[in-house]
């Protein structure tokens, strides 16, 4: 069974940081890129982070020197790191892996709140 469980969201006081931790299981890991995405209320999803099994990363303009997306193979493992989080921030982050080519296919997880508050 496909799943994509994420984790370490939460609420926090702008400036702070939090990680991201998303665990893949039910497909073979190696053979996807790997991405988060964010939805704030009322908004479209958006594509954050991305990183491919190279390790070669990809960020939206406005996270960028601010987030960072690590991949561990050996845990089937996708990590987000935000620091210097801002109240725009605040969304469900959702887990994504997809795989290119003849057999495409991609997975979702159940998302993480995170909330950017004073």
């Known amino acids: 069974q496909v799943q994509l469980v994420e984790s370490g969201g939460g609420l926090v006081q702008p400036g702070g940081s939090l990680r991201l931790s998303c665990a893949a299981s039910?497909?073979?890991?190696?053979?996807?890129?790997m991405s988060w995405y964010r939805q704030a209320p009322e908004k479209e999803r958006e594509l954050v982070a991305s990183?491919?099994?190279?390790?070669?990363?990809n960020y939206i303009d406005s996270v960028k020197g601010r987030f960072t997306i690590s991949r561990d193979g050996a845990k089937n493992m996708v990590y987000l790191q935000m620091n210097s989080l801002k109240p725009e921030d605040t969304a469900v982050y959702y887990c994504?892996?997809?795989?290119?080519?003849?057999?495409?296919?991609?997975?979702w997880g159940q998302g993480t709140q995170v909330t950017v508050s004073s």
């Open positions: 994504n892996a997809v795989r290119l080519g003849p057999k495409m296919s991609t997975h």
């Open positions: 990183i491919i099994s190279t390790g070669s990363t």
């Open positions: 039910g497909f073979t890991y190696s053979l996807y890129d």
